[in-house]
């Protein structure tokens, strides 16, 4: 059975310590062999303003010290805080480490800071409740139809979204809304249209027949700012689809943001008393600037 090594003690140095220990041997010495008292008196003086000078030195050192150990401790405990935030750090920070070393004052190395940059961005966008998905992602839609609970309250823009509707990432789409209406939820659509078409009619009333409760509204009836794609998912989570200046779509913006919610809400019902019903005779287009 072999006896483990004791562990040598180990002494650590303080540089203050010694160089003041050295001072005061100094100043022993110059008193013993100088007898003129002002002289020395100075130089005792000037030795001392170099020790407070050290000591000084060491203190801010030692405070840079604890204020890095303090931050560095504060990010790990908040990276601790959530659950599958280390899984990710670790190898960020490992690949961000090996660019620097590997790849500096290269376009690597200011790529590596640009994705960090985008990731602050979008999480700076995330702490305001906002998040973006490019457009024609239909993941959030699936989760948010799938995870209603009572009410969904949407308008369409047939002029962007008409043929979608008939593709299969909408008809999945339209499936879990199907699965959604038979769960209990209750569907408010709004048609935002330039012309009704017959294929439009054919779409609007196959969510009617459904349980979709549709409304319909003559663009012209509408201001600008009202006449996009929206929704609102159990009052909880909203959308709007932002646009080009031509008109295309680019990216879909979702908001859990209470403010934004209730705006979204509001618009949502003013589109809705500007509507009729499938049956109603359509109202005179007037034009709202």
């Known amino acids: 059975m072999t006896r483990r090594a004791k562990k040598q003690p180990t002494f650590a140095l303080d540089p203050v310590l010694v160089i003041g220990t050295a001072l005061s041997v100094l100043l ?61 750090m670790v190898p960020m920070l490992r690949a961000a480490k090996h660019v620097e070393r590997e790849y500096a004052d290269t376009p690597a190395a200011d790529a590596c800071r640009v994705a960090f940059e985008d990731c602050l961005r979008t999480l700076a966008d995330l702490e305001r409740g906002h998040f973006r998905a490019p457009y024609g992602d239909n993941a959030v839609f699936q989760r948010l139809i799938e995870q209603t609970k009572a009410t969904m309250c949407a308008t369409s823009v047939p002029s962007v979204d008409l043929t979608w509707w008939r593709e299969p990432v909408g008809r999945q789409y339209w499936q879990a809304q199907l699965d959604a209406l038979a769960r209990g939820v209750t569907i408010r659509r709004v048609f935002i249209y330039h012309e009704w078409s017959e294929e439009l009619e054919a779409l609007a009333r196959e969510q009617a027949a459904a349980g979709v409760r549709v409304r319909r509204v003559h663009v012209d ?69």
């Open 221 to 289: 009836r509408l201001p600008p700012a009202m006449r996009v794609i929206s929704g609102v998912w159990d009052g909880t989570c909203g959308h709007e689809l932002s646009y080009t200046a031509a008109g295309e779509a680019v990216y879909d913006t979702f908001t859990v943001s209470p403010p934004d919610l209730e705006r979204l809400m509001t618009q949502f019902e003013m589109i809705e008393r500007s509507a009729v019903e499938l049956d109603e005779p359509r109202r005179q287009p007037d034009s709202v600037v």
């Open 28 to 88: 022993g010495v110059i008193f013993y062999v100088r007898e003129d008292t002002a002289q020395g008196l100075g130089m005792v003086a000037g030795l001392i303003g170099g020790v407070i000078t050290l000591q000084v030195q060491t203190l801010l050192r030692e405070k840079r010290r604890i204020d890095h150990e303090t931050r560095v401790g504060q990010m790990v405990a908040t990276i601790e805080k959530i659950p599958w935030l280390p899984d990710l």
